[in-house]
C-alpha cells in the first residue's frame, strides 16, 4: 500500500520569503504521479502542481515548486515569494500511474504567512 | 462552469437517522470518489467509481453505501448515521486515468 507522509503539523513564513514543505512517500511502483493541494479557509480543495514521476525535471508554476528525488521518495513544495494569500492547509498526494485507485493523500502542513 | 456539486454543505443530525449526500458534475467524468477529511488525518477515500454501475471500497468504507446509476452523479449514503461519521466530506471527479481530481466545495457532517 502506498503511504504518503507529511511531518511538519505547522509552518510558518514571513511575507515575501520562501518556505519548504516536505513530503515523502512509499511505494514500490516505478511510475506514478505526485501532487500538491491546497485547502484555504474556504475548504476548496485547490491544484497547485503535479509531478509526472517518469520525468526528472522539476515541475514549476509560477511562485510554485517542487524538488522531486525519485530515489529518495521525496517531493517537496517550495514557495517562494510568499503572499498572505498562501496561508492555507498544503496536502501532497500520490497516484498510481496505472490503476483504478484514486488519490492517497498526506495528513497535511498548515501553513501561515505572516504579514 | 465545470464544476462538482455537492448538497448540502453542512447537516446537523441525529445517530440513526439515514441521510444522502449528493454529488453531480458536469465535465462528463468516468472517475468520482468520495473522501472523508479528519484533523491530523489528512483526506482518505471511502468509495469510487470507475463508471456507471462500477463502485469499489477505498480505504474507510465501513457505514456507507454509493450508487453510480448516471455518470454524471454518485450519492454518498449514510444508512444508519453515527458520530464517529462526523467530518468533511468530498467528491471529486476526473477524466481518465493518473489526471487531476476536480473536488467538490465540501459537505460538513455532524451526527448527534
Known amino acids: 500500500a502506498q503511504t504518503v507522509t507529511q511531518s511538519q503539523p505547522e509552518m510558518s513564513v514571513q511575507e515575501a520569503e520562501t518556505v519548504t514543505l516536505s513530503c515523502t512517500y512509499d511505494?514500490?511502483?516505478?511510475?506514478?504521479?505526485l501532487f500538491w493541494y491546497k485547502q484555504p479557509r474556504s475548504r476548496q480543495m485547490i491544484l497547485v502542481i503535479r509531478?509526472?514521476?517518469?520525468?526528472?525535471q522539476n515541475a514549476t508554476e509560477n511562485r510554485f515548486s517542487v524538488n522531486f528525488q525519485k530515489a529518495a521518495k521525496s517531493f517537496s513544495l517550495k514557495i517562494s515569494d510568499s503572499q498572505l494569500g498562501d496561508t492555507a492547509m498544503y496536502f501532497c498526494?500520490?497516484?498510481?500511474?496505472?490503476?483504478?485507485?484514486?488519490?492517497?493523500f498526506g495528513t497535511g502542513t498548515r501553513l501561515t504567512v505572516i504579514p | 462552469e465545470a464544476q462538482v456539486t455537492q448538497n448540502p454543505r453542512y447537516l446537523i443530525t441525529v445517530t440513526g437517522k439515514k441521510l444522502t449526500v449528493t454529488c453531480s458534475q458536469n465535465?462528463?467524468?468516468?472517475?468520482m470518489s468520495w473522501y472523508r477529511q479528519d484533523p491530523g488525518l489528512g483526506l482518505r477515500q471511502i468509495y469510487y467509481?470507475?463508471?456507471?454501475?462500477?463502485?469499489d471500497k477505498g480505504d474507510v468504507p465501513e457505514g456507507y453505501k454509493v450508487s453510480r446509476k448516471e455518470k454524471r452523479n454518485f450519492p454518498l449514503i449514510l444508512e444508519s448515521p453515527s458520530p464517529n461519521q462526523t467530518s468533511l466530506y468530498f467528491c471529486?471527479?476526473?477524466?481518465?486515468?493518473?489526471?487531476?481530481?476536480?473536488f467538490g466545495d465540501g459537505t460538513r457532517l455532524s451526527i448527534l
Open positions: 498526494a500520490f497516484m498510481k500511474h496505472e490503476g483504478s485507485r484514486d488519490l492517497f
Open positions: 471529486a471527479s476526473r477524466t481518465g486515468l493518473n489526471q487531476p481530481q476536480h
Open positions: 509531478q509526472e514521476a517518469y520525468k526528472q
Open positions: 511505494t514500490s511502483e516505478n511510475n506514478y504521479y
Open positions: 467509481s470507475m463508471n456507471v454501475e462500477v463502485t
Open positions: 465535465m462528463n467524468h468516468e472517475y
